[in-house]
C-alpha cells in the first residue's frame, strides 16, 4: 500500500475500471457530473474534467453517467487486475 493507505497500480484486487470521453462529441449537458461527480466536473459551461481511472467504488456511478450521456460520448472499460496483483496459486475452486 501507498503510503496515504491508497494501493498502487501493482496492488489492485480486482477488476480496474477505465473510462475514455470523446471531448469532440462531448456537448457539455453535464449529466456524467450530476450523476458520478467525484469522476466528472464541468470546467466553464462545456469544458468536461475527468478522472481516467476512477476508484473501482465508482463503478456503478460511472456506468450510470455513461447510459445517462446524450450523445453517447463516455466510454467505459474494465480491465482485468495486473498479473502481479495476483495471490497464490491453486485456491479452492
Given amino acids: 500500500m501507498v503510503a496515504d493507505g491508497r494501493r498502487g497500480p501493482s496492488e489492485r484486487t480486482g477488476p480496474v475500471v477505465r473510462i475514455a470521453v470523446d471531448l469532440n462529441r462531448c456537448q457539455g449537458y453535464a449529466q456524467c457530473a450530476f450523476l458520478a461527480p ?19 467504488a465508482q463503478r456503478e456511478k460511472v456506468a450510470q453517467a455513461a447510459a445517462a450521456c446524450p450523445v453517447q460520448a463516455i466510454l467505459v472499460d474494465a480491465l482485468d487486475a495486473p498479473a502481479g496483483a495476483v495471490t497464490g496459486r491453486g485456491g479452492a475452486r
Avoid at 39 to 55: A, S
Fill in 38 to 56: 467525484d469522476v466528472f466536473t464541468m470546467h466553464g459551461e462545456e469544458g468536461l474534467l475527468y478522472r481516467p481511472e476512477p476508484d473501482e
